[in-house]
Every structure is written in C-alpha cells, then in structure tokens.
C-alpha cells in the first residue's frame, strides 16, 4: 500500500521567528496591515508499506531524525492512503 504524507513543520511558538517578522515589516511598508507572521516548511512524500501502522512509523522515523530539529521546531503530519 502506498500512504501520501504531508508534514508541517514550524518553529515552536516561544522562539522568535525572524523570517515571520522580516515578512511582516515588508508587508507593512507596501501597506498590507498584517500581524503574527509565521514562516514554516512544508514536506510530502510517499511511503510504501504493508499497513498505515507501518507507513506511520516510517513517516514518524523519517521526521523525527531528519526532517526536524526537534529543539527549535514542532510539527504535525496528515497521512492519506493513495
């Protein structure tokens, strides 16, 4: 079975997102009032697997040791099988 897995990764709310702010005080000079930008990632791929316990392992294997840096950011996942 083949899974199609999308992560969305930011950086924890308590850190200061300077990419978020750089975004937001352009905004503001080009007179688009926007407030508590926030820059993230965004990663798919697809996982083949004999079963979605197996795929969400792989999935989890994957983001947790390569995908996030776990000290600066979080991240929730969808999982749909294909």
Do not use: C, W
Not at 32 to 53: A, I, P, Y
Not at 55 to 82: C, G, H, R, W
């Amino acid at each position: 079975m083949k899974f199609h897995v999308n992560v969305k990764v930011m950086l924890k709310k308590q850190l200061l997102d300077v990419q978020g702010r750089a975004v937001e005080a352009y905004l503001a000079q080009n007179q688009m009032s926007v407030s508590q930008m926030r820059v993230g990632k965004n990663f798919e791929f697809v996982v083949d697997s004999t079963s979605q316990d197996q795929a969400s392992q792989i999935a989890k294997k994957a983001i947790d040791e390569t995908l996030v840096n776990p000290l600066l950011e979080e991240y929730q996942f969808e999982m749909k099988q294909l």
